[in-house]
């Protein structure tokens, strides 16, 4: 098997290939999430002190969320924000997640990526050096590519933390 990045047909090639990071990063998140019992989707690790894998899923569906709006050039709707949540609670962590099934949190991140897809279909390469802004107060700017690129390395980030708590869940 060989891995590579192709872009999708009728994306341009750069929004392509970054696309299908982000793509790829997703179906990772599927695979090493794969067989997890609810017990496990909600455990926050020794001493219950970090974020579970339904809180990282949730963030992560959250965050692709605002980047999809901001590469659209939209406001995200308050109606969005409703459903899908906040990125932080009042003490500035993300916010508790307990009892949602992993195959709900993955299918509400599924419905961000065909949001994120449709969006690409939409730029040209060109677009991509277009200046957003972002932060909790948006205060941050960056590239149209710049947030593609995120929304793959952001993903692969809490992957890393899933796996740990997969460990930390079996050694227990």
Not at 30 to 39: F, N, R, V, W
Not at 53 to 75: F, P, S
Not at 133 to 161: C, P, S, V
Request: one cysteine or more; glycine letters at 6%; charged letters at 25%.
């Amino acid at each position: 098997m060989v891995f590579d990045l192709h872009g999708e047909k009728n994306m341009s090639p750069i929004v392509g290939i970054l696309y299908s990071a982000v793509k790829e990063n997703s179906d990772r998140l599927k695979l090493i999430t794969d067989g997890m019992s609810q017990e496990e989707v909600d455990y926050k690790g020794p001493n219950n002190e970090y974020n579970s894998t339904a809180q990282l899923i949730k963030h992560l569906t959250y965050v692709d969320l605002n980047w999809v709006y901001r590469i659209k050039g939209e406001r995200l709707p308050d109606s969005l924000k409703e459903q899908y949540g906040s990125m932080q609670d009042e003490d500035g962590r993300l916010p508790m997640v307990k009892g949602k099934a992993l195959n709900t949190l993955l299918s509400e991140y599924d419905g961000v990526l065909i949001m994120l897809k449709d969006a690409c279909t939409q730029l040209t390469d060109a677009d991509l050096n277009k200046v957003v802004t972002f932060g909790h107060g948006e205060e941050k700017q960056a590239t149209i590519r710049w947030g593609l690129w995120h929304m793959a390395d952001h993903n692969r980030y809490h992957q890393a933390h899933i796996n740990q708590l997969r460990k930390w869940y079996q050694e227990q």
